[in-house]
């Protein structure tokens, strides 16, 4: 889904970003320290967030700005689906989160499926790789890539994590209220769909 005001906030910091990461010049840097204010001041007049967030978030980053990349997994049994009920706004999704630095992505997936629902898992298929922007997700700060990799039950019991406060399995026809800035219901029926089919071929964009 796309937001006009968010793609420029978000250009106008990426080109901040860059500028303030590679000039020397004293008067560059004052404009580009200019541009991410503008960039922030975008931000606070169409989000809830704060304009002190805001450039918390946006003081953080160096360098030249990329996607971040943030990794789901989707573990069936018994034809349902395996999600977490999250902490900070008390809704479902499926098991992950942004992937940590010296691990790969069949990695990062099987920790964070341990780490936020206490079941052991091994990665089994690539389903897809989404761009967060092209889909219904609720209007964020940063540009995201979302992987969904589907994976094999193998062991463990349900136990909440650090950041989770319930661990269940849901039908298709029954799901919870999800965390959206997480997963999408269309993005679910999606996974449910390679269950189904698992020559399915995989989804990019």
């Known amino acids: 889904?796309?937001?006009?005001?968010?793609e420029w906030a978000k250009r106008i910091q990426s080109l901040s970003q860059s500028g303030l990461s590679?000039?020397?010049?004293?008067?560059?840097i004052?404009?580009?320290?200019?541009?991410?204010?503008?960039?922030?001041?975008?931000?606070?007049?169409?989000?809830?967030?704060?304009?002190?967030?805001?450039k918390e978030l946006f003081t953080n980053e160096t360098g030249y700005q990329t996607p971040k990349v943030d990794i789901r997994?989707?573990?069936?049994n018994d034809e349902k689906i395996l999600m977490v009920r999250e902490k900070i706004d008390d809704k479902w999704s499926l098991p992950g989160g942004?992937?940590?630095?010296?691990?790969?992505?069949?990695?990062n997936i099987v920790k964070e499926v341990k780490e936020e629902s206490g079941y052991d898992v091994t990665a089994k298929k690539l389903v897809a790789l989404l761009d967060m922007n092209k889909h219904s997700h609720p209007p964020q700060p940063y540009h995201y890539y979302k992987i969904f990799i589907q994976c094999e039950l193998i062991g463990g019991q349900a136990k909440t994590g650090l950041e989770t406060k319930d661990v269940r399995f849901f039908s298709e026809n029954n799901l919870p209220k999800l965390s959206t800035g997480r997963n999408t219901e269309e993005q679910i029926h999606m996974l449910f769909g390679f269950?189904?089919?698992?020559?399915?071929?995989?989804?990019?964009?």
């Open 30 to 54: 004052e404009r580009y320290e200019e541009l991410r204010e503008i960039s922030a001041e975008i931000m606070e007049q169409y989000t809830s967030l704060e304009m002190e967030k805001i």
């Open 22 to 28: 590679f000039s020397d010049d004293m008067y560059d």
């Open 1 to 6: 889904m796309s937001y006009k005001w968010l």
């Open 73 to 76: 997994g989707a573990v069936f």
């Open 195 to 205: 269950l189904r089919n698992p020559n399915k071929v995989s989804k990019f964009d």
């Open 98 to 107: 942004f992937c940590d630095i010296g691990l790969s992505p069949s990695e």
